[in-house]
């Protein structure tokens, strides 16, 4: 039960901080040009580290207190005493986001414009 309640507070967290910006910034990351789709795949690996680096905080047993969290409820995380040396984990994920996102920035010089946010937008709204 706890884990599935970290496991929103996360993703409520990470919907917090992409979704405001993404809301204003709508203009510019929906074009078609160079601009949007680096600021768009930029918008979205900030948000997937961000992801990551509150995951690996609730894995060291650190106080978790995100916005949303701190307004509303007083909770902290239990580190499991069998973990060590999580900092490790932290790095996997944010190798592979770094080298998507280099990737994507690649591509897009290349010609092939690939647009997280048209991407999204898509999928939700058809």
Same mark, same amino acid.
């Given at each position: ?41 930029? %918008?979205?690996?900030? @948000?997937?580290? &961000?992801?990551?680096? +509150? $995951? ?7 106080? /978790? ?28 994920? %944010?190798?592979?986001? @770094?080298?998507? &996102?280099?990737?994507? +920035? $690649? ?7 690939? /647009? ?11």
């Amino acid at each position: 039960m706890y884990y599935r309640y970290y496991l929103a507070s996360e993703e409520v967290s990470m919907i917090l901080t992409l979704r405001p910006f993404q809301y204003f910034l709508l203009p510019l990351l929906l074009g078609r040009s160079v601009i949007s789709c680096m600021a768009s795949n930029t %918008l979205y690996a900030l @948000a997937m580290v &961000w992801y990551a680096y +509150i $995951t690996h905080l609730g894995y060291r047993g650190e106080p /978790n207190k995100s916005f949303f969290e701190s307004c509303i409820l007083e909770s902290y995380v239990i580190a499991l005493p069998f973990l060590n040396n999580t900092q490790v984990f932290y790095w996997y994920p %944010l190798v592979i986001v @770094a080298f998507l &996102w280099l990737f994507s +920035i $690649t591509l897009i010089f290349l010609g092939l414009r690939l /647009n997280v946010t048209r991407i999204v937008m898509a999928f939700h709204f058809g």
